[in-house]
């Protein structure tokens, strides 16, 4: 079938999007310079998606069209070839890390680089891990690890897994056990038919039935020559994930069957346990959890990234969809200009460049914890488990949303999987229950933010020794009253939005502990955890409210740092990292947009504790909410004919996001068209189904409906 396409429709798709980047002001590969940290680190990342675009293993056309399987097994080749490029052009581990990056699949290696490794490689002993060489493999992937945390009877819930490690002072070995169905290991990445290793959390049971909870276990799960499982272990893979999610991995199920496995063998660089069976505590009880720490930073760098590809493919579509009002010359009006569409979108793209942000300062938190522990040092270990819990949940929050929002902006085309964003949807949405479900992981949040909460209100504790995930406690010792709103400032002053996003922080957090304080005298309880139903969703909305405070505190000290008037050069930014005004009047407004729409989000706790007077005594609370939502559509106007400089500055090729509609030239209907000839129906004229079942069922029809008519003429 061959069918000549409409010229005039590409050549105005064409010419939307370059009109869209004449109006763009700002200079974009300064921006993405700024992005990438640097020119060299951007230069990079560019060289390496060079490379793999060209190559046929990374090819990304017939993905949408191949079975789980195929998947699977197209996810092998892809990282296999990694390891292959990684060897001949001589890639450092970061440009490896890169490589899997860009290319965005759910690939089996992923489990390995941001769990199994990096917890073997920071809990283990010197002694594990010079034996047989087993840092140098895992570093060069001569081993493939798997971290089996999960079971099906518990996920979040760590510390009531059922799995066993037993010692055995006799043998000085521990017996790996799986006692129950609901002890089996579950979900676990590249454990199905990958791993050949794993790191196992398992109940550490010390002779006489002394249970001291979750400890980390190495366990070789399969034989080094022939793949084999070892004795007693079954494995398996899971099954298909919803919406069909996750298909190159094999998430999988482990049980043990008394496994033994030495004494060295269990990650004691911290706890331990003597050859007679007497427990070492570690310095800190959270270290086990240092695994879970990593992946929830990683989990920041991965939101944004994410948020950045659905603003970039839907703000690019609806720069050049055309539909509705037409306009003076004749033609309907791009769906950006409609404010439905850009008051979903823009806010999408500031989160975009808030997590980037963000995502920067948890990576230089967690290599200072990282090297701190090193030394025995776990001083970081408790502020970086609230905020990178904080963060997990508020990030995979938002991105799942945003997601979803940037698809549903995009019509109809958004359900096709040609659109790029249906698959990074089905990807990520696990993403809100792993490593924490967020609504249990919440309580995480919160047990820190009373914790410190009680310390600094006892009096015992000073202000200068709070943390930045608490620093808005500062507010209820300090004899300070909330603002009274200024109008003006509310509109231009980010210093006022992020001190209104503090206090309702520490006014929630009082709250809390004033509810619980109830709730004990009433029942006899310590109150730490909710005893009533007095406010059932109060645990959530603290959570985010604090975790919110503490990212408007680090975007305050980022505006500080680009301040234009006090700074114009930006200070501590690198040389090529520096703006000019015009990008950091725009990297403004983006942090802007995020604070005004993050207080509109969550209205009604500002309303609740009255954090929105106006100075004014003409004007009301009604009226600054009407301020607040009239300033965010004017900051949205105002960065609309930026958008796409804006999105561009990600710096992603049209092979990159795999998308029909978010192609950078803007000729999305024909793209949109060749894609749909790939598909293997579109192959046959007549489909095969025709003779099993189309035929069949038009005879019987056309033979009823000829019965009915003679018997309508009788």
């Excluded at 290696?109 to 087993?134: D, G």
């Excluded at 709103?485 to 006014?507: G, H, K, Y």
């Excluded at 969703?537 to 985010?544: A, D, H, L």
Aim: proline fraction near 5%.
């Amino acid at each position: 079938m061959s069918i000549t396409m409409d010229p005039i429709t590409h050549r105005q798709n064409e010419t939307d999007m370059d009109n869209a980047r004449k109006r763009t002001s700002v200079h974009v590969e300064k921006l993405t310079w700024f992005l990438y940290n640097g020119r060299d680190k951007w230069l990079q990342k560019h060289k390496i998606e060079q490379v793999l675009s060209k190559d046929p293993i990374f090819d990304k056309t017939r993905r949408p069209f191949e079975t789980r399987t195929e998947r699977f097994n197209s996810g092998a080749r892809i990282t296999n070839r990694i390891f292959e490029l990684q060897e001949s052009l001589g890639w450092t581990e970061e440009e490896t890390s890169i490589a899997e990056f860009i290319i965005g699949e759910p690939l089996p290696i992923s489990l390995h680089n941001t769990a199994f490794s990096p917890v073997l490689l920071t809990l283990s002993s010197r002694s594990l891990l010079s034996s047989n060489s087993l840092s140098l493999l895992t570093k060069h992937h001569g081993i493939h690890g798997a971290y089996l945390q999960t079971e099906l009877g518990h996920g979040t819930n760590v510390s009531s897994l059922e799995t066993t490690a037993t010692y055995l002072p006799s043998t000085k070995e521990f017996d790996l056990h799986s006692p129950t169905l609901s002890s089996t290991k579950w979900w676990v990445g590249a454990l199905g038919k990958t791993a050949t290793h794993g790191v196992v959390q398992a109940k550490l049971i010390l002779p006489g039935g002394r249970d001291m909870g979750p400890h980390l276990f190495l366990v070789q799960l399969r034989s080094l020559e022939d793949h084999k499982l070892l004795p007693g272990i079954t494995t398996g893979d899971v099954g298909p994930k919803a919406f069909g999610g996750y298909a190159p991995t094999d998430n999988g199920f482990a049980r043990f069957n008394h496994v033994r496995i030495p004494k060295r063998q269990m990650l004691s660089k911290f706890a331990d346990v003597t050859d007679e069976g007497k427990y070492v505590k570690p310095p800190h009880a959270k270290l086990n959890y240092s695994g879970m720490v990593y992946i929830r930073a990683g989990l920041v760098s991965n939101c944004a990234w994410l948020m950045a590809k659905a603003a970039t493919i839907s703000i690019r579509y609806a720069t050049v969809r055309r539909q509705g009002t037409k306009g003076p010359d004749g033609l309907e009006v791009p769906i950006i200009n409609y404010p439905s569409v850009y008051v979903r979108l823009l806010p999408i793209l500031s989160r975009a460049y808030v997590f980037l942000e963000l995502a920067r300062n948890m990576t230089t938190s967690y290599n200072a914890m990282s090297n701190r522990l090193s030394s025995g040092d776990t001083s970081l270990v408790a502020e970086l488990h609230a905020t990178t819990s904080g963060l997990k949940i508020l990030g995979t929050t938002h991105c799942i949303q945003d997601l979803e929002t940037a698809r549903r902006s995009m019509g109809g085309h958004g359900y096709s999987a040609f659109s790029g964003l249906a698959n990074l949807y089905a990807d990520y949405v696990p993403s809100v229950t792993f490593e924490g479900e967020n609504y249990v992981l919440d309580q995480q949040t919160v047990r820190a933010a009373l914790k410190a909460f009680r310390d600094i209100t006892s009096g015992n504790t000073p202000l200068s020794s709070l943390q930045p995930s608490n620093h808005y406690l500062r507010l209820l010792v300090s004899e300070q009253i909330p603002p009274i709103i200024n109008p003006i400032s509310l509109t231009t002053d980010p210093a006022t939005l992020i001190l209104l996003l503090e206090w309702r922080a520490a006014a929630l957090v009082k709250d809390l502990a004033s509810m619980l304080k109830r709730n004990s005298a009433a029942t006899g309880s310590d109150g730490s955890t909710p005893q009533s139903v007095e406010d059932a969703t109060v645990y959530q909305r603290v959570s985010k409210a604090v975790t919110e405070a503490f990212i408007a505190g680090q975007l305050g000290k980022m505006l500080q740092d680009l301040d234009l008037e006090s700074n114009p050069k930006g200070r501590r930014l690198k040389e090529d990292q520096k703006l000019g005004e015009k990008e950091l009047r725009m990297i403004k407004k983006l942090y802007t947009l995020y604070l005004l729409s993050t207080i509109e989000s969550s209205l009604a706790d500002f309303l609740a504790f009255d954090l929105l007077r106006m100075s004014d005594a003409d004007n009301s609370t009604s009226d600054a909410v009407f301020i607040l939502r009239r300033t965010i559509a004017e900051i949205c106007s105002e960065l609309l004919p930026e958008a796409i400089g804006l999105t561009d500055a990600f710096g992603f090729s049209d092979w990159e996001l795999n998308s029909a509609l978010g192609r950078y030239d803007g000729r999305v209907y024909q793209t949109l068209w060749e894609k749909a000839q790939m598909e293997p129906l579109n192959q046959k004229e007549v489909p095969d189904a025709y003779e099993e079942s189309i035929k069949p069922m038009l005879l019987r029809g056309r033979r009823q409906a000829m019965s009915v008519a003679r018997g309508a003429k009788l």
